[in-house]
């Protein structure tokens, strides 16, 4: 399993990345995935999950309504879209297969 997260960046309050994160070396088309994000000094949060087929998604509470996930099974890629960035969703953001998770990607949201 090898997860490949990018995209990540700082940007000001109120804007916008997108995070994107690359798969290999499991069936993709066919697993349900995870985005799960650590705060500096936090344990990991969940933010967001997808079924294989996209008809789920879930989000916690503290992104709804501001966070969209996304895949595209041909390219074996998952993406979190986010949007009205706040400086408390600043944290490293992993993308998340069952208990792998890659190195993540820093979010910085700050002015």
């Known amino acids: 399993v090898q997860l490949v997260e990018s995209g990540g960046g700082l940007v000001q309050p109120g804007g916008s990345l997108r995070l994107s994160c690359a798969a290999s070396?499991?069936?993709?088309?066919?697993?349900?995935m995870s985005w799960v994000r650590q705060a500096p000094g936090k344990g990991h949060e969940w933010v967001s999950s997808?079924?294989?087929?996209?008809?789920?998604?879930n989000y916690a509470n503290s992104v709804k309504g501001r966070f969209t996930i996304f895949r595209d099974n041909a390219k074996s890629t998952l993406y979190l879209q986010m949007n009205s960035l706040k400086p408390e969703d600043t944290a490293m953001y992993y993308c998340?297969?069952?208990?792998?998770r890659g190195r993540g990607t820093q979010v910085t949201v700050s002015s």
């Open positions: 997808i079924d294989p087929l996209c008809t789920t998604k």
């Open positions: 998340q297969r069952g208990g792998s």
């Open positions: 070396g499991f069936p993709f088309s066919i697993s349900p």
